[in-house]
């Protein structure tokens, strides 16, 4: 049965008893109260005299005056009988009967229009549910003691019919929030991207608490999730909340997830008491009212002591009030999506993780074969022409030293290579910053690979102001960049050309530019050259010894001084590589 037909038999069912009490007792009207949440009786069904319904369905009247007639009733068994003289001067008013002029004058049990009989009904913990009142006896005379009996029979049916209607209405509600709290854990557990738990769970949770509007937010974390992860329902369309209320939600939800509760604003008021500040609830309940809401309902979404997020629904002012046991599920739902949250969370780390451990693997593989590799040839030429001199020992050693002197340097090269690249790749190893003038730098390079460009007829320049601008970083690790860039230059420009070394200040970076006239870098080179161990697929520049690991050195260098490098180069025309660096005195520069 649904909630609707639900209430339709209730209606059926206190027209009757109502019908009943009038006709049965023997009164021209009779009518069924019923106590609302706050406290006032409002009456629901009305028996009698046809009129009377028209004039009396709906009307409420204020607990006050009810407590007031109460207080000077005359206690009739469980019926509470008030004479016309006690009745207080703001007592509700009647109905009044067009033809009643029956009244008995003189007659002690004579019925006085004014007099009231009422016929309370109660819950099983002694709680008023409503009552039943009853006017102008078609005897004209007070009910005889029979007649009161029968009164309070009918007042227990009424009790009895509402009793088991909210009962069931209990129950239905139960059933139905158990069934969202169930049915939200199932959903959230089996996704494993937290983005698409808050996304998920709009829809269970929307039809299983009826609501206005739904916002469901998952916090940001500093590794996983860099910003909130939100999903929204709203009947009204409009789901975007102002940055203001967000954070007003926030405060809420971490106060409610801290002590354990749902977050509840109606009436004017926060619970958790104090919550908000009285500002906040201000503008937030002017927001609800600007939405089209009446109250809220703020469920934290959290795992241990942490609050993830939350889920915030609205109702509107005339829908129902957020009920208890609307409160503990929003709770329960909250701790089931942090739960999941976390587990998404966990997966997705996991993932990651072994993505990273699989290509650290890789990158392991990759090197062993590649030093095995680089180690074995060189080794392997030493190795021969030890023989070589072993076989021949009185014969002309000339040229197998040469040859071993060439490539003992090679594995020398490599070895450094290899050191200085796992130094600058260790996360843990601390850059000592100092004020690092990379002009001195850079002639230094010049200076030591002046030899070899001579040899190959090429000039190196150097390009910088008369005031150099500093960089912020290691000496000894700048040293190396530059050294390998100049290097790089000097060695792929072969036979004549310039290298031309510029530096100037840009900003709040020093900017170097290494340009060459040289063999230049094919498109498809240029993707892998900073990949250790990468050589050129370009027969000229594999002509040239190197180990494949200069440039790599130099990408991790700049990226521990939080710079940037990049490169423009053309095949056969020559490579500008251009690397911005931190400043050192920029800050005074700007005064
Ligand atoms: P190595 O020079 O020891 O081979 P690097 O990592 O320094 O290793 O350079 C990788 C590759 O990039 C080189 O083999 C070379 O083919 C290419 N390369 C680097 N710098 C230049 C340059 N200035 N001009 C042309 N090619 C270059």
């Not at 069924?32 to 319904?53: K, M, W």
């Not at 007592?91 to 009244?103: I, L, S």
């Not at 008023?128 to 009142?133: E, K, N, Q, R, T």
Request: include cysteine.
């Amino acid at each position: 049965m649904n909630q609707a037909s639900g209430l339709e038999s209730l209606q059926e069912l206190l027209d009757l008893v109502v019908a009943g009490a009038a006709d049965v007792v023997g009164f021209q009207v009779a009518a069924i109260s019923l106590v609302r949440s706050n406290g006032d009786l409002q009456i629901v069904a009305v028996g009698g005299h046809p009129d009377a319904t028209a004039q009396l369905v709906g009307r409420r009247t204020p607990r006050e005056s009810l407590d007031g007639e109460f207080a000077v009733a005359e206690h009739w068994g469980s019926l509470r009988f008030i004479p016309a003289a006690n009745l207080p001067s703001n007592a509700r008013p009647g109905w009044v009967a067009p033809e009643w002029d029956e009244q008995v004058i003189g007659d002690p049990d004579a019925w006085d229009p004014e007099d009231t009989l009422l016929a309370p009904f109660y819950d099983p913990t002694g709680e008023m549910l409503g009552m039943i009142s009853v006017d102008l006896p078609l005897s004209a005379k007070r009910p005889t003691q029979v007649q009161q009996g029968v009164l309070e029979v009918f007042a227990n049916q009424a009790g009895i019919a509402i009793n088991s209607f909210r009962q069931r209405q209990t129950l239905a509600e139960q059933v139905r929030l158990a069934a969202t709290v169930q049915s939200v854990a199932r959903i959230s557990q089996g996704i494993l991207e937290p983005s698409k738990v808050v996304e998920a769970i709009v829809d269970p949770i929307r039809t299983g608490l009826d609501c206005l509007g739904l916002w469901v937010r998952a916090f940001a974390t500093k590794d996983a999730a860099k910003t909130d992860s939100v999903a929204a329902y709203s009947a009204q369309g409009t789901t975007r909340t102002p940055a203001k209320m967000v954070e007003v939600a926030r405060t809420l939800a971490e106060r409610a997830w801290a002590e354990q509760v749902s977050g509840v604003v109606s009436n004017g008021a926060v619970q958790p008491a104090g919550a908000l500040s009285d500002e906040d609830l201000d503008e937030l309940l002017a927001y609800l009212a600007n939405t089209g809401a009446g109250s809220l309902l703020l469920a934290p979404i959290g795992a241990g002591t942490e609050c993830l997020g939350h889920m915030v629904l609205t109702r509107s002012p005339d829908a129902p009030p957020w009920s208890d046991a609307e409160r503990v599920a929003a709770l329960e739902i909250g701790r089931d999506v942090g739960r999941s949250i976390v587990n998404a969370r966990l997966f997705e780390l996991e993932r990651r993780m072994i993505a990273e451990l699989r290509r650290a693997d890789r990158a392991k593989t990759t090197l062993f074969s590649t030093v095995h590799h680089e180690l074995k040839n060189p080794l392997a030429s030493i190795v021969g022409h030890v023989e070589l001199l072993k076989e021949n020992p009185t014969g002309d050693a000339t040229w197998s030293l040469k040859v071993m002197a060439r490539n003992t340097h090679r594995l020398q090269g490599l070895v450094d290579d290899l050191l200085t690249l796992s130094k600058v790749s260790d996360p843990d190893r601390p850059l000592v910053r100092n004020h690092v003038d990379i002009s001195e730098l850079v002639r230094d390079a010049a200076d030591m690979f002046l030899p070899r460009a001579a040899q190959q007829d090429v000039t190196i320049k150097v390009i910088a102001p008369e005031h150099p601008p500093t960089a912020l970083g290691s000496t000894d690790e700048l040293a190396r960049l530059v050294e390998n860039l100049v290097s790089n230059a000097v060695k792929y420009t072969t036979d004549g050309g310039e290298v031309t070394v510029s530096l100037r200040p840009l900003g709040d970076k020093v900017e170097m530019v290494v340009a060459d006239e040289g063999l230049g870098i094919s498109r498809t080179d240029l993707q892998s050259l900073f990949t250790e161990f990468f050589r050129s697929t370009n027969p000229d520049a594999l002509e040239v010894p190197g180990t494949g690991l200069g440039l790599s050195i130099v990408q991790r260098i700049v990226a521990r001084h939080n710079g940037t490098i990049s490169v423009d180069s053309e095949l056969g025309k020559g490579t500008r590589f251009t690397v911005l660096l931190p400043r050192a005195d920029s800050a005074q520069d700007r005064g």
